[in-house]
């Protein structure tokens, strides 16, 4: 084609005044700019080539001025992180695809103070020698759980393969089949298994299983009685699930260790608010079950983590093996975990954890936000329809999936733009807003929005409004 005649050479687009002014003006190195520039020039090429580009009176330096207001759409794309805040108007506390857990204060502080200096990550003040990472946060778990001891890894997906590692490879683990889990479509109990070496021996069936089941299918390979916290689904109907209290009976007797995967691992007696029946951690370890594991984001409302907690030899065993170095948490981790903990030992956890506040958070005080939104955002003629209404929050993150949380919701429609349309367009606010998408309405639930960004999204309804 001619048109691609005109399309500039490299060094007379480098020597432009506005490439010049570019490199002068925008805080990104030469080298990085060029190779744009040259990355532009190569998909104009393409464009015009593939016949995308057929303007006929595009000459040399309209076609330069293109590749520039391309150049440019690049520049302010790469200056939003890739990793943006978001407000999470679904009401969905904790949303897995939105971070989980937003944190506490006193964590954040932790953290940033950990952050920008050096500190006892692994330091003895007192001798002035080498102490250990696993120090940190022990000490408040034991006090918090009731366990002997504790330790924290990753996340629970590497506290499981942790705990099968070095309690069971090459040996069996007895879970019910009812437990075989899949949680989120990434983490199955059965490969996680297969990974770590060690046998799973399937008992009962998907909806029996006796603890019988268990007691027969024990041999001289039994390392790991072993229970799945089904903390995703929950099957209704006929269903017969084998006591905690049984289970450590059979687990005394044949002096087999017995470990509970929690999932989430609630500290806090959400039972006791008359919300789900999701038993704490601290029930679980007085009931006598030797190791649990749980995440440190989802219910505890910490940075991501897997936290294990129980006997005093079996956590030293898991200490000592070569893959608690591989998934050893990070001084971050550890300084949000710290902070996050002490708000439970203080007994303030419903004020100060934000995933613990908002899963409390009466219908009331969601109103009271969805009649500030709506005041603010229509007190005058506009295109949209705000009607508040009873609606279900959920606790998400593969907890309590039988819990609705009485809330209030805003539904919201606009005289030209669909719910899809919205709901595009909040997303693409500067700080996107997540709504929820229910046929041809947009949902919003505040509860998951705290009274400080209210103001963000009330803007940004008010900023559609005058565009229309
Ligand atoms: C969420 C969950 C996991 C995985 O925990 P992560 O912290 O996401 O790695 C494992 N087991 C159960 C039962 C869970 O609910």
Do not use: C
Not at 60 to 76: S, T
Not at 150 to 179: H, P, T
Request: hydrophobic share 40%; net charge negative; charged share 30%.
């Amino acid at each position: 084609m001619n048109i691609l005649r005109h399309l500039p050479a490299i060094h007379e687009l480098k020597a432009h005044s506005r490439f010049t002014e570019m490199v002068l003006n925008i805080d990104i190195a030469e080298d990085v700019l060029t190779e744009w520039l040259d990355e532009q020039v190569d998909l104009m090429r393409n464009k015009i080539r593939s016949n995308k580009i057929t303007d006929q009176t595009l000459n040399r330096e309209k076609i330069a001025e293109l590749i520039f207001a391309a150049l440019e759409q690049k520049v302010k794309a790469f200056e939003k992180n890739n990793l943006q805040k978001v407000v999470n108007a679904t009401g969905v506390v904790l949303h897995t695809n939105l971070g989980r857990a937003r944190l506490s204060k006193r964590a954040i502080e932790h953290i940033s103070n950990t952050a920008s200096s050096y500190s006892t990550l692994e330091y003895q003040l007192s001798t002035g020698k080498r102490g250990s990472r696993h120090d940190i946060v022990e000490d408040y778990l034991k006090q918090i759980t009731g366990a002997e001891a504790a330790m924290v890894v990753n996340n629970n997906a590497a506290a499981v393969y942790l705990v099968l590692k070095a309690l069971a490879s090459s040996r069996e683990v007895i879970v019910s089949r009812g437990e075989l889990v899949e949680i989120g479509g990434s983490f199955r109990i059965s490969e996680i298994m297969e990974e770590s070496g060690a046998e799973l021996v399937e008992v009962g069936t998907t909806n029996k299983t006796y603890a019988s089941d268990y007691e027969r299918a024990i041999t001289e390979e039994t390392a790991l009685l072993m229970k799945v916290h089904k903390s995703n689904f929950s099957l209704i109907g006929f269903t017969k699930d084998v006591d905690t209290t049984e289970l450590v009976n059979i687990s005394r007797e044949k002096n087999i260790p017995i470990y509970e995967d929690l999932g989430s691992g609630t500290l806090f007696d959400f039972k006791k608010q008359q919300i789900g029946t999701e038993p704490t951690v601290q029930e679980k370890v007085n009931l006598g079950i030797d190791v649990i594991s749980f995440s440190g984001d989802k219910l505890l409302g910490g940075p991501q983590a897997g936290v294990i907690v129980g006997k005093k030899h079996l956590i030293e065993k898991m200490k000592k093996h070569q893959l608690a170095r591989v998934l050893r948490v990070d001084k971050f981790t550890l300084a949000g975990i710290e902070g996050t903990l002490k708000s439970y030992i203080k007994g303030r956890a419903e004020n100060e954890i934000p995933t613990v506040r908002d899963i409390l958070e009466p219908d009331h005080s969601v109103l009271e936000k969805a009649q500030t939104f709506i005041e603010k955002v229509s007190s005058r003629e506009t295109a949209f329809t705000f009607h508040i209404e009873r609606g279900k929050s959920k606790v998400g993150g593969g907890t309590m999936p039988d819990v609705d949380i009485d809330t209030f919701v805003v539904k919201v429609n606009h005289q030209q733009y669909t719910s899809k349309e919205l709901a595009e367009k909040l997303r693409f606010n500067h700080i996107p807003i997540i709504v929820r998408v229910k046929h041809d309405d947009v949902i919003l639930d505040f509860r998951t929005v705290h009274r400080d960004e209210l103001d963000i999204v009330i803007e940004a309804f008010l900023q559609m409004e005058e565009e229309v």
